[in-house]
């Protein structure tokens, strides 16, 4: 059985945070134009030494999109940082279910296997961010069907 921590729980908010860290110290280097070329400059050298593939040239729609991308994870990272919270755990969790499916999009349509370490963490961060969540709501669920609880105003008693 897999232990998980309550969304509500302090330790969930270590996660949160931690998950936040990792996003701005891998996208900051995305965030501008001249930051990204030296991250695709080392991204490119490190899958070609590793064989596992170079990303391709760098044009301007490419160094838009990824200064788009850096400058938005950078600002949400920011905030997971300063404030956690429970909610911003689950909105990240759905965030990293998005980016793992376009990065398997992108590995299916031969981008350079270089993505498969990012994709590991997006799915790693993602599912602990996640499963917490959906253990709460089958809790809850499984609860609310065995009848309101005593001193819930349905509580046919009123106690």
């Not at 994709?119 to 809850?140: C, D, K």
């Amino acid at each position: 059985m897999i232990r998980t921590i309550a969304p509500e729980r302090p330790s969930y908010l270590r996660v949160v945070r931690a998950s936040a860290w990792y996003d701005l110290v891998v996208t900051a280097g995305f965030a501008t134009p001249w930051t990204y070329t030296l991250v695709h400059d080392a991204l490119s050298s490190s899958g070609n030494a590793l064989g596992l593939g170079a990303l391709p040239e760098l044009d301007p729609v490419q160094v838009l999109y990824a200064n788009l991308m850096g400058s938005v994870v950078v600002v949400w990272a920011v905030l997971r940082i300063v404030r956690p919270l429970a909610l911003h755990g689950l909105l990240d969790g759905i965030a990293r279910t998005l980016f793992a499916a376009w990065q398997s999009y992108a590995l299916a349509h031969g981008a350079t296997r270089l993505l498969w370490l990012f994709f590991g963490v997006e799915v790693m961060f993602g599912l602990v961010q996640l499963v917490p969540w959906w253990r709460h709501r089958t809790t809850n669920l499984l609860n609310t069907q065995a009848g309101p609880a005593v001193g819930h105003p349905l509580d046919a008693e009123g106690r």
